[in-house]
């Protein structure tokens, strides 16, 4: 008895362990029952395709186009240029199923590019772009999403001279997103801290919010984020006293990321602790932080039991004790990690292998 004498839903089962690329591009090619196979709705219903350096251009187009499995794929991760080849393979190729584009990885450089998108993908709903650089194109892209009600948008802007241009057309636009849940902002530069919180206290329905810039500060937090579940802050200016304004507010928040705020305290670590105790994942630290001691991890590991992640990096003034508590603390426990900061020994880890069943991942790194 060979493996092809299985009943079918036996060898759909098998093929369901293998990855996705494995099934768009290798298992199919090994007969005619397995590519009948492959086309199975169990196995291709969720496909999130990355294109990568290595994948061979014409195989990805063929199977993508030729196969159908165009019509499978519901997050893609591709380039600008692989997406106009993609389109003079087959002219007419349209993506039915996708939901989410990541074209991130690379420039931006036609203004052609956003009105394909919209016409090849009928039920996109989340876009990641970054390094969109020309101002006709940031001009332009803007008009043409629009068309579409997106419930995740990322978009990263790095020309500072024309950084007003980019917020007058970005509050115009979310102005006209009603529906939008997940919104990133990446420069490298400075936003409007005005346009930007009429940005945020325009769409009350957000509830994931990402702002990385160099220069976006506590004040934008007086009025705003109510709704918060998850947060992301990356500035040199945000400190303690915008922990303690979004904290306060925000009651559901479950995720929060100050990674780099280089001016937060052992106080803004335990208003955290003090107002969140929802949260489940949890990082900060950067190599400018010292002001961080086992004050704060004391109050976040009594403060937030439901913790189910931890990692920082740079905090050298905690020892044991407070892994100790946190570990006896957070018994949720599934990731935690230590990188770049202070000297533990077997007593934290001892602590953390005893009262965190869950745990999966553990990373205590001193340099």
């Keep these: 008895m060979t493996i092809n004498n299985l009943p079918p839903e036996v060898l759909v089962k098998i093929l369901s362990f293998l990855t996705q690329r494995d099934l768009l591009f290798i298992i199919r090619n090994v007969c005619h029952i397995w590519r009948d196979l492959t086309s199975s709705t169990c196995l291709l219903n969720n496909v999130e395709y990355i294109y990568e350096p290595t994948d061979k251009p014409q195989r990805f187009y063929r199977s993508l186009v030729k196969h159908k499995l165009v019509n499978f794929i519901v997050n893609l991760t591709i380039t600008e240029e692989i997406f106009w080849k993609l389109l003079k393979y087959d002219k007419h190729v349209k993506f039915a199923s996708l939901k989410g584009i990541d074209i991130s990885e690379d420039l931006l450089r036609s203004e052609k590019f956003f009105a394909e998108i919209c016409n090849r993908c009928p039920c996109l709903e989340r876009i990641k772009i970054w390094a969109v650089v020309r101002v006709d194109i940031k001009k332009n892209m803007f008009k043409v999403l629009s068309k579409i009600k997106f419930i995740h948008f990322d978009v990263g802007y790095y020309n500072e001279d024309k950084q007003q241009d980019f917020d007058k057309y970005l509050l115009s636009f979310l102005a006209a997103q009603p529906h939008i849940l997940q919104l990133s902002i990446r420069t490298l530069h400075s936003h409007d801290e005005h346009d930007l919180a009429r940005i945020i206290e ?123 508590f946190l570990a006896k603390s957070c018994m949720f426990l599934q990731k935690v990690s230590f990188k770049k900061g202070a000297l533990f020994t077997d007593e934290s880890l001892v602590a953390v292998g005893d009262n965190c069943p869950l745990l999966r991942f553990a990373h205590f790194k001193r340099m």
């Design 202 to 324: 325009g769409n009350p329905q957000i509830t994931t919010l990402c702002l990385s810039s160099n220069y976006i500060s506590s004040n934008l937090f007086t009025r705003t984020c109510d709704n918060l579940t998850k947060i992301e802050i990356l500035s040199n200016l945000f400190d303690d006293q915008g922990l303690e304004w979004f904290t306060s507010r925000s009651k559901q928040l479950v995720s929060i990321n100050v990674k780099n705020c280089e001016a937060i305290t052992d106080k803004g670590i335990s208003v955290i602790g003090r107002n969140c105790s929802s949260l489940e994942n949890l990082t900060f630290g950067n190599d400018m932080q010292t002001k961080i001691s086992n004050d704060g991890m004391f109050s976040v590991a009594h403060g937030c039991p439901k913790l189910n992640q931890l990692h920082t990096c740079f905090i050298w003034n905690i020892n044991d004790d407070s892994v100790v």
